[in-house]
C-alpha cells in the first residue's frame, strides 16, 4: 500500500519560511519523480516544484528563487523549502510521486500566508 505523508504546513506571517516534508512508504522512492503541487481556494491544482529520480528540479515561475525542493533517497522523503512567503503562496500543498503510468497522492497540507 503505498502512502504518502505530508507534514510542516502551518501559520506564517509574510517573508517568513516553512519546510514541508513529505514520508512516502510503499513505493521504491528512489525511482519516482517527486513533486509538490498546490491548490488555493477556488483554483486549480497546479505544480509548485518537481524532483527527477536523478534530481533534477523544475519550478514555477511564481516560486523561483522562493522555494527549494529536494530529496533523502536514504530516508524515502522529499522537501519543499519556502522562504519569503507571500499571501499569495497560501494553499493545500500535495505531496506527488509518479512514475511512468502510475501516480499518487498525499492527503496535503495546509499553508496559511497571513499579510
Known amino acids: 500500500q503505498v502512502q504518502l505523508v505530508e507534514s510542516g504546513g502551518g501559520l506564517v506571517q509574510t517573508g517568513g519560511s516553512l519546510r514541508l516534508s513529505c514520508a512516502a512508504s510503499?513505493?521504491?522512492?528512489?525511482?519516482?519523480?517527486m513533486a509538490w503541487y498546490r491548490q488555493a481556494p477556488g483554483k486549480q491544482r497546479e505544480l509548485a516544484a518537481l524532483?527527477?529520480?536523478?534530481?533534477?528540479?523544475n519550478y514555477a515561475d511564481s516560486v523561483k528563487g522562493r522555494f527549494t525542493i529536494s530529496r533523502d533517497n536514504a530516508k524515502d522523503t522529499v522537501y519543499l523549502q519556502m522562504n519569503s512567503l507571500r499571501p499569495e503562496d497560501t494553499a493545500v500543498y500535495y505531496c506527488?510521486?509518479?512514475?511512468?503510468?502510475?501516480?499518487?497522492w498525499g492527503q496535503g497540507t495546509q499553508v496559511t500566508v497571513s499579510s
Open positions: 506527488n510521486a509518479r512514475k511512468r503510468l502510475s501516480a499518487y
Open positions: 524532483i527527477s529520480s536523478g534530481g533534477t528540479t
Open positions: 510503499g513505493i521504491i522512492f528512489s525511482s519516482y519523480t
